[in-house]
């Protein structure tokens, strides 16, 4: 693995950890796709530290569960100022 990836790797873990931060909201951050970000922690992260992945994993379900919420209130907002 390249150095600069495994650099952004760590970076994007513990953005994501100390903000709680999704998937979305990390990669539009670090300027990367969706994709790359899942990739790096569910993937790459593991590899390089098995321990940050487990914590990070906490956060991705932590979201996963949140989400039909933040749909919901993204929704909400959309057609109030409308």
């Known amino acids: 693995m390249q150095e600069y990836i ?3 790797v760590l970076e994007v873990s513990y953005y994501m950890l100390e903000k709680a931060a999704t998937v979305r909201q990390t990669a ?7 994709s790359t970000i ?4 569910t ?9 940050l992945a487990l914590q990070v994993r906490g956060i991705l ?17 959309k057609y109030k100022g409308g």
């Not at 899942?38 to 922690?41: I, L, N, P």
């Not at 993937?43 to 321990?51: D, G, T, V």
């Open 6 to 8: 495994r650099r952004r």
């Open 38 to 41: 899942h990739k790096d922690v």
């Open 61 to 77: 379900e932590i979201n996963k569960a949140e989400r039909h919420i933040r749909g919901g209130e993204a929704t909400r907002r």
């Open 28 to 34: 539009k951050v670090f300027g990367v796709s969706k």
């Open 43 to 51: 993937e790459r992260l593991p590899r390089i530290n098995p321990q």
